[in-house]
């Protein structure tokens, strides 16, 4: 039994620094994490409500992504993405996802598609909603599911890479102007391509939502400038710096 008790503490530990893990990465997509800026383990831990243990577990993890880097001493710095590492992420999903969306839409099942529609209407929902986070994590659940449709497993897996490498930056500037719902809705018109059968169209406004979401890379340093701080939310992490 206390063999069991253990590995039951270990599944625990492990679902918390996925939680964690998580919870960091969309404070990174939505601003609220600062790249450039060394954040303390401990601190961040406290504005989360968990020990520094989980916390720098899940920093850990981040760095393997590349999305942080140890700093000695002091916490973990922010990775940040240069124009070119940005232009060739998306140069790379450009060649997986719009070839990948037409040959899903020559072969897979319209109900399968159909299946997908929900999804897409909670991406409007959230944009409708100024949910940042809640935008990305269903945004990442559609993209990732259209291109599991191709039934490559790894594929998935490069995908979902590239996406958290290549973060999106820009989108309270969107949401702002009332753009972000024009690109959510992005998705529906894909979807209802795909499910009329026009491969063609269907990678063409797949090309061009990629081309959108370009754009928000490009309006980052823009953003920042403008910006005095760092952008509000759950538990701003400003206080976490060292």
Known sequence: MA???QRNLILVQERLRDQVANALRAAMIAGELQAGTVYSAPALAAELGVSATPVREAMLALAREGLVEPVRNKGFRITELSDRDLDEYSEIRELIE???IGRVTRTVAVEDLESMRPVAQEIVAAAGRHDLIGYLEADRRFHLQLVGLAGNARLVEVVGDLRKRARLYGLARLDSNGELIASAEEHLELLDLMI???????????????????SLWSARDKEAGAAASPAPGPGSRGSARR
Do not use: F, K
């Open 3 to 5: 063999d069991l008790r």
């Open 98 to 100: 719009v070839p990948t």
């Open 196 to 214: 009329a059968g026009d491969a063609a169209g269907a990678q063409e406004c797949m090309r061009r939502h990629l081309g959108h979401v370009r």
